[in-house]
Nanobody
Framework: DVQLQASGGGLVQAGGSLRLSCVASGLSFDEYAIGWFRQAPGKEREGVSCIRSDDGNTYHVDSVKGRFTISSDDAKNTVYLQMNNLKPEDTAVYYC?????????????????????WGKGTQVTVSS
């Protein structure tokens, strides 16, 4: 049974940084992609970043490129999202999710329908 636990959210001023953590259990990182998603009030949940440990592939959506970095520590079964130069529009509940992948097939999944295991979210609030 795959379980995910996100943490690290908080309140930060614009221009500040936060590092989110996602601890995963019940899976092997070389068989799963881990994605970070966010959902702002009244908006759809959107993909932010993705990482695959089997082929080293990562992906960030354009709105966070150059500011957010996804990484993993396979020994700790933890994926991190380093968020720098935060903006008020980054305010949202952030979720991590996992989906099974096959090495050599597909890229880094970024759409919510591609994921089937979700953790509870962590709130990120950026003040202006």
């Amino acid at each position: 049974d795959v379980q995910l636990q996100a943490s690290g959210g908080g309140l930060v001023q614009a221009g500040g940084s936060l590092r989110l953590s996602c601890v995963a259990s019940g899976l092997s990182f070389d068989e799963y992609a881990i994605g970070w998603f966010r959902q702002a009030p009244g908006k759809e949940r959107e993909g932010v970043s993705c990482i695959r440990s089997d082929d080293g592939n990562t992906y960030h959506v354009d709105s966070v490129k150059g500011r957010f970095t996804i990484s993993s520590d396979d020994a700790k079964n933890t994926v991190y999202l380093q968020m720098n130069n935060l903006k008020p529009e980054d305010t949202a509940v952030y979720y991590c999710a996992a989906t099974y992948v096959v090495t050599g097939f597909g890229g880094c999944p970024i759409f919510k329908y591609e994921y089937d295991a979700w953790g509870k979210g962590t709130q990120v609030t950026v003040s202006s």
